[in-house]
């Protein structure tokens, strides 16, 4: 099984500043990575898959990046709505499908 | 718009047997594979299922193999998870979600609202 581990489990950053959070996999996922948005009391929402390519409806500041077994999600310019849990997924060679633990985004 | 709607769950005794249900509807829903994901309290998120359109490719977490079975009504448009021999670490929150690939098995863009299992003597 792929374990994906993610960096940091708590990040603070101010409103409009930048953010960067890290998965790394276990074993080389290819391409085959997604990043997900979940807030409290609601269903996660899907951000990016394919390691870079953006969902549909999901605004530009939301970037990722990586291949094999290093990834990262960036938000550009954090808005107040953006404050959330953030889970990496692989889906590589299902199954099983894997999550990493998740990053807390925290204001600062 | 796409909605994916689950029910059954319930507080259930260790040793017991419970089956979600999930009702999709605005996609096509025998093009797409399904997942079923859950997330204990307070916790993270945990992949448990997935069933390929047409059935033939179906996966489980090693947590869940050999006590969940995963079956889909493409007559229906819904989804299913048997759930046996619950233990007390089958306790979540159990997503259902549509993949976002057609034909395929990648990954879920679409999730519903959830249905909490609760077992507990």
């Known amino acids: 099984e792929i374990v994906m581990t993610q960096s940091p489990a708590t990040l603070s950053v101010s409103p409009g500043e930048r953010a960067t959070l890290s998965c790394r996999a276990s074993?080389?996922?290819?391409?085959?990575l997604g990043w997900y948005q979940q807030k409290p009391g609601q269903a996660p929402r899907l951000l990016i898959y394919?390691?870079?390519t953006r969902a549909t409806g999901i605004p530009a500041r939301f970037s990722g990046s990586g291949s094999g077994t290093e990834f990262t999600l960036t938000i550009s310019s954090l808005q107040s709505e953006d404050f959330a849990v953030y889970y990496c997924?692989?889906?590589?060679?299902?199954?099983?499908?894997?999550f990493g633990q998740g990053t807390r985004l925290e204001i600062k | 718009e796409v909605q994916l709607v689950e029910s059954g769950g319930g507080l259930v005794q260790p040793g017991r047997s419970l089956r979600l249900s999930c009702v999709v509807s605005?996609?096509?829903?025998?093009?797409?594979?399904l997942h079923w994901v859950r997330q204990a309290p307070g916790k993270g998120l945990e992949w448990v299922s997935g069933?390929?359109?047409?059935?033939?490719?179906?996966g489980y977490a090693d947590s869940v193999k050999g006590r969940f079975i995963i079956s889909r009504d493409n007559a229906k448009n819904s989804l299913y998870l048997q759930m046996n021999s619950l233990r007390a670490d089958d306790t979540a929150l159990y997503y259902c979600?549509?993949?976002?690939?057609?034909?395929?098995?990648?990954?879920?863009?679409?999730w519903g609202q959830g249905t909490l299992v609760t077992v507990s003597s």
């Open positions: 074993q080389s996922v290819s391409s085959n």
């Open positions: 605005g996609f096509t829903f025998d093009e797409y594979a």
């Open positions: 997924q692989q889906y590589n060679n299902w199954p099983p499908i894997t």
């Open positions: 069933i390929s359109w047409n059935s033939a490719s179906i």
């Open positions: 394919g390691a870079s």
């Open positions: 979600a549509k993949d976002i690939t057609i034909f395929g098995v990648s990954l879920p863009d679409y």
